[in-house]
C-alpha cells in the first residue's frame, strides 16, 4: 500500500529530524543556566506532550465524525491516532521525571498538564482496552466513539480541576501574551522538536492506519472464503 | 406476490454482523392476517431476520416497513425474574400506554397464567414464561406479529393453547412471521412457508403438511 | 413522543427499577456495608497524631460515595440484559431519551439513599460539625451525585456488552469522577470547615458546569449505545 510505504519514508525523515534535534540541542544550544545538562529533556518531553495531545484531539475529533456518519474510515483512523497516542504520553510520562527529579527534586509532581497527561494516558489505554472487548466491528467502533468524545470533553475539565487544586510546573513558556521567554536559540530548538515530533507523528499514523486497513481486508476475504 | 395493503414489507434485506454477512437480499410481504412460516438451520439467519423485522437490529442494506405495533416473541422472556407475572405485564404494558388492570387479566387468563400473575417469573416453568412472553407481546395490541420458536420448551396442551391464540390473531387481522422447528404443530398455521439457506431466502411458497415441506427443505438446503 | 410521555416512561422504568431493587435488596445492603468498612478502613488507615478527623473527613467520604455507588451502577443494566429485557423496552414506544432518564433517575434514588444512609455514619464517625451546614453540603451532594449517576449510567450501558464489566465500568468510569470528585471533596472542606459562602462559588460552579455538559452528553450519546 501506497500510504503505508509513504507513512515509512516520512518516518525515516521524522527519525533522522530527530537525531538533529539532538545534535543542535546538545552541541549548538547554549546550557540553560539553572538547569544544567537535564534541561535538555525538555527538547523531546514538550514536543512528546504536544504530540499526545494532537494524537488525543484527532482520536476525539474523528469519534465525532464517525458517530455522526458512521463511515468506518473515520473509526479506523481514531484508533490509530489513539495507540500512536499511547506511545507518546508514554515519553511524556517517563521524560516528565527524569527531568523532574534534578530539577524540581522530585520525580513526580501533580502538576495541571503533567497530571491531564497522564488521564490522557489512561483514557487512551481505557478506549483501547475497551476496543479489544469487543468482536463485532460495528459495536467496537460505535462504542469506543461514544468514549473517545466524552473523553475529549473530559480533558479540559481534569486540566482545570488540577490547575485549581494547585499548580508547580513552571509557567507556560512558549505561548505567553506579550513574548516567549525562552531564549531565541533555545526556543528555536523547541518549535524544530514540535515539528519533527509532529512528523514522527503523521508518520506513525500513516503505517499504522494503513496496517488497520490491510487488517481489515484480510479479515473481510477470510469471512468470505469461509463462506 | 404482491398484496395491496400488506402489514409487513421487505425490501431487499441484508445485515452483517463483523465481516459476516448473515441475512442476504430477503424481499417479502406479508398481508394482514397472513402466517408465513420461515423454516431453516441454525445459523440460516431466521432468529437474525426476525430481529431486523421487529426493528431490534438495524438492516445493513434494505428497510422494512411496518403497519401498527409489533408483538415479538424470542428466546429471552424480555422481561425481569424479580418481577411477578403481572408486574411484568403492568411495566410493559404502561411503555405501550395500556396498562389497564382487566386487559392484563384477560390477557393472563388468555394464557392461562391468571392463577400464578402474582408469583414471580423467577420460579416459573419454560413453558409458563413463554406464555406469559406471547402475552407480553400481546400488550401493544400488535398488527405484526414475530414469533421466534414459539413452542419450545411446551408441552402438548400449552402448544394448543398457543397454536389457538395464533389463529385467533390471524383472523382478527394480524400478518405474522413464525420461525420454527415444530413443523408439525405449526403448518396448520401457516399459509407460506419461507425457505432460509445461508442468509437467503431460497424459496417462498404456498405451505403444504409438515412432510412436504421438510422434503422442500431437504432439496433447497442441498443445492445450497 | 411529547415531553410528557418521556416522563412518563422514565418514571415508570425507575419505578421498575427500584421495585426490582426492593424485591431483591441485595445491591442496597452491599453497597451500604461496603460504604460502611471503607469509612471505617480509611479512619484507620491514617496517623492519627499528625491526620486529624476534621482534615480526613471531606476525602473518607467522597472516596466512600464514589465506589458504593459504582457497585450500585455496576447492575443498573445487568438487570435489562439478563432476559433481555432491553428489547422489551426497545420494541415498546419508549425513546432512548426516556429510557436513559428513567435509568438514571432509578440509580439517583438508588445511589442516593445509600448516601443519605451513610452520611450520619459519617457525620458520627469523624464527629463533623456539620448539622448548621448541613442543606449546603446535600446541596453538593446531590450535584456531585447527578453528574457521576448519569455518566456511570451511560458507562453501564457499554460496560454490560462486554465480559468483564466489573472491572471495566472503574477503569471507564473513574477519569470522568475525578473532576466531580475533586471539586466535591474541596467544597466539603470548605463547608466543613464553615468557610464563607464566596469561597465555594468557583468550584461549586465548576461542578454545576460539569454536571450539566457531561448530563446532556451522555443523554445524547447514549442512543448510540442503545442501537444495534
Known amino acids: 500500500m501506497r500510504s503505508a510505504r509513504r507513512g515509512t519514508v516520512i518516518t525515516g525523515l521524522a527519525l533522522l529530524g530527530l537525531t538533529g534535534v539532538y545534535i543542535r540541542a546538545l552541541v549548538y544550544t547554549p546550557m540553560e543556566r539553572l538547569q544544567g545538562l537535564a534541561q535538555k529533556i525538555f527538547y523531546v518531553h514538550a514536543p512528546a506532550a504536544w504530540a499526545a495531545l494532537l494524537a488525543f484531539a484527532v482520536t476525539g475529533l474523528f469519534s465525532l465524525l464517525y458517530l455522526i456518519t458512521r463511515d468506518r474510515k473515520f473509526d479506523l483512523v481514531a484508533s490509530s491516532s489513539a495507540e500512536v497516542g499511547v506511545a507518546f504520553s508514554l515519553v511524556m510520562l517517563t521524560t516528565g521525571p527524569l527531568w523532574g527529579k534534578p530539577v524540581w527534586g522530585t520525580w513526580w509532581t501533580w502538576d495541571a498538564r503533567l497530571t491531564s497527561t497522564l488521564f490522557i494516558f489512561l483514557l487512551f489505554v481505557g478506549y483501547l482496552v475497551l476496543r479489544g472487548a469487543f468482536n463485532d466491528f460495528e459495536i467496537r467502533a460505535r462504542f469506543s466513539a461514544v468514549l473517545g468524545v466524552m473523553a475529549l470533553v473530559l480533558v479540559p475539565f481534569i486540566h482545570v480541576t488540577v490547575y485549581w487544586f494547585r499548580t508547580l510546573h513552571p509557567e507556560p513558556v512558549l505561548l505567553k501574551p506579550d513574548r516567549p521567554s525562552l531564549p531565541g536559540v533555545m526556543l528555536t530548538t523547541l518549535l524544530i522538536s514540535i515539528g519533527v515530533f509532529t512528523a514522527l507523528y503523521v508518520g506513525f499514523m500513516m503505517q499504522r492506519h494503513a496496517l488497520t486497513v490491510l487488517r481489515d481486508i484480510r479479515d473481510e476475504e477470510t469471512v468470505d472464503a469461509n463462506a | 406476490m404482491t398484496h395491496a395493503d400488506p402489514s409487513l414489507t421487505l425490501h431487499g434485506v441484508f445485515r452483517r454482523f463483523g465481516y459476516r454477512w448473515v441475512v442476504r437480499d430477503v424481499s417479502l410481504d406479508v398481508a394482514h392476517g397472513e402466517a408465513v412460516l420461515l423454516v431453516g438451520g441454525n445459523g440460516a439467519g431466521k432468529t437474525t431476520l426476525l430481529r431486523v423485522v421487529s426493528g431490534l437490529l438495524k438492516a445493513s442494506k434494505g428497510r422494512v416497513e411496518r403497519q401498527g405495533a409489533v408483538g415479538m416473541v424470542a428466546h429471552h422472556t424480555m422481561m425481569y425474574d424479580a418481577l411477578t407475572a403481572r408486574e411484568n405485564l403492568r411495566f410493559f404494558g404502561r411503555l405501550h400506554g395500556r396498562s389497564d388492570r382487566t386487559r392484563i387479566d384477560a390477557l393472563l387468563d388468555r394464557m392461562g397464567l391468571l392463577h400464578v400473575g402474582d408469583e414471580r417469573i423467577g420460579t416459573f416453568s419454560r413453558g409458563m414464561l413463554q406464555r406469559l412472553a406471547i402475552a407480553r407481546a400481546l400488550l401493544p395490541e400488535p398488527r405484526v406479529l414475530l414469533l421466534d420458536e414459539p413452542l419450545t420448551g411446551l408441552d402438548d396442551s400449552a402448544s394448543r393453547t398457543v397454536v389457538e391464540v395464533l389463529a385467533e390473531l390471524k383472523r382478527g387481522g394480524a400478518g405474522m412471521m413464525i420461525a420454527s422447528h415444530q413443523l408439525v404443530e405449526l403448518v396448520g398455521s401457516a399459509d407460506r412457508v419461507g425457505y432460509m439457506v445461508g442468509g437467503r431466502m431460497a424459496a417462498l411458497e404456498p405451505c403444504g403438511d409438515a412432510g412436504q415441506v421438510v422434503q422442500r427443505y431437504r432439496e433447497l438446503a442441498d443445492r445450497g | ?228
Open chain 3, 1 to 228: 413522543m411529547g415531553s410528557y410521555e418521556t416522563l412518563r416512561v422514565a418514571l415508570a422504568i425507575a419505578a421498575k427499577d427500584l421495585l426490582v431493587e426492593q424485591r431483591t435488596k441485595t445491591a442496597f445492603f452491599s453497597s451500604l456495608v461496603f460504604a460502611i468498612l471503607v469509612l471505617t478502613i480509611l479512619y484507620f488507615a491514617r496517623d492519627a497524631t499528625a491526620v486529624s478527623d476534621l482534615d480526613l473527613a471531606p476525602g473518607a467520604l467522597w472516596v466512600t460515595f464514589t465506589f458504593a455507588g459504582m457497585l450500585g451502577l455496576n447492575r443498573a443494566f445487568l438487570l435489562e440484559r439478563e432476559n433481555r429485557a432491553v428489547d422489551g423496552l426497545r420494541l415498546s414506544p419508549a425513546t432512548p431519551t426516556g429510557i436513559f432518564l428513567g435509568k438514571v433517575l432509578g440509580n439517583l434514588v438508588f445511589v442516593g439513599v445509600v448516601e443519605l444512609v451513610s452520611l450520619p455514619l459519617f457525620i458520627l464517625f469523624y464527629d463533623v460539625p456539620i448539622w448548621r451546614q448541613l442543606g449546603l453540603l446535600l446541596l453538593v451532594i446531590f450535584l456531585a451525585t447527578t453528574g457521576f449517576v448519569a455518566v456511570g449510567t451511560l458507562f453501564s450501558a457499554i460496560v454490560v456488552r462486554t465480559r468483564f464489566s466489573e472491572v471495566m465500568l472503574p477503569v471507564l468510569l473513574l477519569p470522568f469522577l475525578f473532576p466531580p470528585i475533586v471539586a466535591a471533596v474541596q467544597l466539603t472542606r470548605r463547608i466543613v470547615a464553615l468557610r464563607p459562602f464566596d469561597e465555594l462559588t468557583g468550584w461549586l460552579s465548576m461542578l454545576a458546569a460539569f454536571v450539566v455538559i457531561f448530563f446532556f452528553l451522555s443523554l445524547l450519546l447514549f442512543e448510540a449505545i442503545l442501537e444495534e
